[in-house]
């Protein structure tokens, strides 16, 4: 009844994809969705470095016998992480599944692959995750504008990109942004995808390692509770809206195209977003959502949420 070639490839009960979030996606969060049934996704860089991550996979491991992933996102900078040595970390941990995001996995593609190990690329046009497929992913996420987080810079809803996506592609093609629900997923299914990935949904649950006064002001949120930041950079990000996301948007209207990464730094860091996260300040930290929180209107355990 939920066989896709997701499921068949992955090894899972259903066709839902718990997305790699920072400083969200721990073993605690991902253990849980994998033990539902869906496809638990850590996030590799919420770990300070390959031995944690070593420790954060055997942790995993005790909450469950089921698959999981890890998400390695390759971001551009002037100190990048040290992705070999998460990349080394990984193959040893012989972890079944990798997400990658961000700049293209080419380079790691075939020390992990030789390793046995599936790998999903998250992409944001149908150009890119065409590039994917070429070099040997086994599948793609797509994420239509409305995901929380990065939808790059083409603003194409899901409602067009996924079946531009499943058209062009021979690779199981997996839905993301804006789901959160089963009428999301029969939707997605009906749009050619094999499965969804959802982010934000799974941040509103009792798992997320994540204030209770953050996850009930989304709750609390609408479809009008996101904005749109790093616009005039090119690297739009769609995040919850509160007084410090609406300063970053008032500094950006007035910089125009002068604006430069420094006039919003000290907003915009990981450190306040955190501090939100532990404190529960709803206006002390930037973080990614989606416009999904239309529909969020509870706070489950990752099971109910699943098998719902």
Known sequence: MYKTRLTELFGIEYPIIQ???????????????SEAGGLGVMTALTQPSPEALTNEIARIRTLTDKPFGVNLTFLPGLNPPNYDEFVRSIIEAQVPIVETAGRSPEKYLPMLKE???????????VRHALKAEKIGCDAVTIDGFECGGHPGENDTPGLVLIPAATAALEIPVVACGGFGNGQGLAAALALGAEGICMGTRFMITQEAPVHENIKQAMVEGSEL??????????????????????????????????????????LVTGQNAGNAFDDGDPDGGIWSAGVVMGLIHDIPDCRTLVHR
Request: hydrophobic share 40%; aromatic share 4%.
């Open 19 to 33: 997305g790699g979030m920072m400083r969200i996606a721990t073993a605690d969060l991902s253990g849980a969705v």
């Open 225 to 266: 509770s996101t904005s749109l930041i790093f616009r005039a950079l090119r690297n739009t990000e769609r995040v919850f809206k509160n007084k410090m996301a609406d300063e970053v948007v008032k500094i950006e209207r007035e910089k125009g195209q002068d604006l430069q990464f420094e006039d919003i730094r000290h």
């Open 115 to 125: 390793a046995g190990i599936k790998v999903i690329h998250k992409c944001t046009a």
